[in-house]
């Protein structure tokens, strides 16, 4: 199975301009493509901005909703899958929700976000319920992708226990959390045995500081690539031969004695 090239685009688009955000999406969905990428992987609440206010409800739009359409005529466009961040209207409630498209269009994926962050998410979303969203890429049953936030490691060790290879974390990380991006992605990816690709928005943003610093990071701990404090498309390989052999030489999950353990930590 050849490796999966993986395209990151740290940007935070601009702020209450979907049209716009579209636009650089398929930009670097054609930069990636040119590349040999065939997944790209945007921020969080990309398609709209973070810092948006009392304009959510506003922005907000079903998970089929033209956001999703237009994403889906960028990854038909240019043959790849693409995962975008937006704000989910469901009724009344408002998730702050992931969406991952197929390079045939095919809506694979929607995860709403389950633990959210400080008061601006607390105010304008409702937390999710479902924690381990899976999807196939490339049509194999081999190569899972997750998404979720990886600021609970619960939930990252569920997701390697449904057998994910590869979890797409969408984030709006800020000052002055950079070290989760620097040091906490790279043990979450050894220490439950997956590939992180880890996505973050950029520079100011109303009362907000993002510190860029998206990477891939391996199983083994180390990372494939990274990018610097700017707006930026970094590549990076998911490599499944690498990834079998780590898991094999590794005792971390099989060693677990959850039965009995861990009863205290539920």
């Known amino acids: 199975m050849p490796p999966l090239r993986t395209a990151l685009l ?132 081999d190569r899972p992708a997750d998404l979720l936030r990886r600021r609970v490691p619960e939930n990252v060790r569920a997701h390697a226990l449904a057998g994910t290879d590869l979890l797409l974390v969408p984030t709006a990380q800020m000052h002055p959390f950079q070290f989760v991006a620097e040091s906490v992605v790279p043990v979450r990816a050894f220490e439950s045995q997956m590939y992180v690709a880890y996505v973050n928005r950029t520079g100011p943003e109303g009362e907000f500081e993002f510190v860029g610093l998206s990477c891939l990071a391996g199983p083994d701990g180390t990372v494939r690539t990274r990018a610097g404090r700017g707006e930026e498309l970094v590549i990076g390989e998911v490599d499944p031969e690498f990834l079998a052999a780590s898991r094999a030489a590794n005792p971390y999950l099989h060693d677990r004695r959850p039965g009995a353990l861990y009863g205290s930590l539920a």
């Open 10 to 141: 740290q940007s935070s688009g601009r702020p209450g301009a979907v049209e716009a955000n579209l636009k650089t999406l398929d930009e670097a969905a054609a930069r990636a493509a040119a590349a040999g990428a065939r997944l790209l992987v945007a921020p969080e609440l990309f398609l709209t901005g973070y810092a948006i206010g009392d304009a959510v409800p506003e922005l907000a739009e079903p998970a089929d909703g033209p956001g999703a359409r237009a994403a889906a005529e960028i990854a038909v466009r240019h043959g790849l899958a693409v995962l975008y961040g937006y704000p989910e209207r469901d009724g009344e409630r408002i998730f702050n929700s992931s969406r991952l498209i197929g390079p045939d269009g095919t809506r694979l994926a929607n995860y709403r976000k389950t633990h959210l962050f400080g008061c601006f998410e607390q105010e304008w979303f409702t937390p999710g319920e479902e924690t381990v969203v899976q999807a196939e890429l490339d049509g194999n049953p």
